[in-house]
T-cell receptor, first 115, second 115 residues
Framework: EAQVTQNPRYLITVTGKKLTVTCSQN?????MSWYRQDPGLGLRQIYY???????DKGDVPEGYKVSRKEKRNFPLILESPSPNQTSLYFC??????????????FGSGTRLTVV | AQKVTQAQTEISVVEKEDVTLDCVYE???????LFWYKQPPSGELVFLIR??????QNEISGRYSWNFQKSTSSFNFTITASQVVDSAVYFC????????????FGKGTKLSVKP
């Protein structure tokens, strides 16, 4: 089944403790992206990747890192999480990264709480 | 600049009523794509429709219909004979050919359908 898999689904952590949220897709998509969803703000893009070893900042990249060492994986790294990063996170992938959009597939979301 | 506006923050209807969710977008690109997603209380994003800028035909899928009007930069979504299971947050989103694949979301409309 074609899908984007995020792990974990739920995570409660403490301020400053490094964490990684994994994202993997099995569709050979070039383009992958991370979003965060906050009440009243909709979904905002954190980082995106056009292909392996090509990443760029979205609208709200502060406090996050990403890597794209292989096509299928696009982990989101919080080096020193803070309470304002408490949010619902979504990973998405799409076939092409040239701006020709054929549709996005979203993961099931990761609900992160930083205390 | 690209922008998606969903002016209705929350809508409450009684079952079997028709309801229209408004979406107004801004983009300078001539090639772009519009999307609607549903987010039920469980949190995942469910794809509903994708429409490209060259196809202004309205679309109907069961009780759902979409009205795309380039002249008013709108892509409205109507649910006919609403049901309790339609209760969710609905997001309108925009992606254009020149945006590196970034999907810009509106802030969402929360629809509550009461029995």
């Amino acid at each position: 089944e074609a899908q984007v898999t995020q792990n974990p689904r739920y995570l409660i952590t403490v301020t400053g403790k490094k964490l990684t949220v994994t994202c993997s897709q099995n569709m050979n998509h070039e383009y992958m992206s991370w979003y965060r969803q906050d009440p009243g703000l909709g979904l905002r893009q954190i980082y995106y990747s056009m292909n392996v070893e090509v990443t760029d900042k979205g609208d709200v990249p502060e406090g996050y890192k990403v890597s794209r060492k292989e096509k299928r994986n696009f982990p989101l790294i919080l080096e020193s999480p803070s309470p304002n990063q408490t949010s619902l996170y979504f990973c998405a992938s799409s076939l092409t990264g040239t701006g020709t959009v054929l549709g996005y597939t979203f993961g099931s979301g990761t609900r992160l709480t930083v205390v | 600049a690209q922008k998606v506006t969903q002016a209705q923050t929350e809508i409450s209807v009684v079952e079997k009523e028709d309801v229209t969710l408004d979406c107004v977008y801004e983009t300078r690109d001539t090639t772009y794509y519009l999307f609607w997603y549903k987010q039920p209380p469980s949190g995942e994003l469910v794809f509903l429709i994708r429409r490209n800028s060259f196809d202004e035909q309205n679309e109907i899928s069961g009780r759902y219909s979409w009205n795309f009007q380039k002249s008013t930069s709108s892509f409205n979504f109507t649910i006919t004979a609403s049901q309790v299971v339609d209760s969710a947050v609905y997001f309108c989103a925009l992606s254009s050919g020149g945006s590196q694949g970034n999907l810009i979301f509106g802030k969402g409309t929360k629809l509550s359908v009461k029995p």
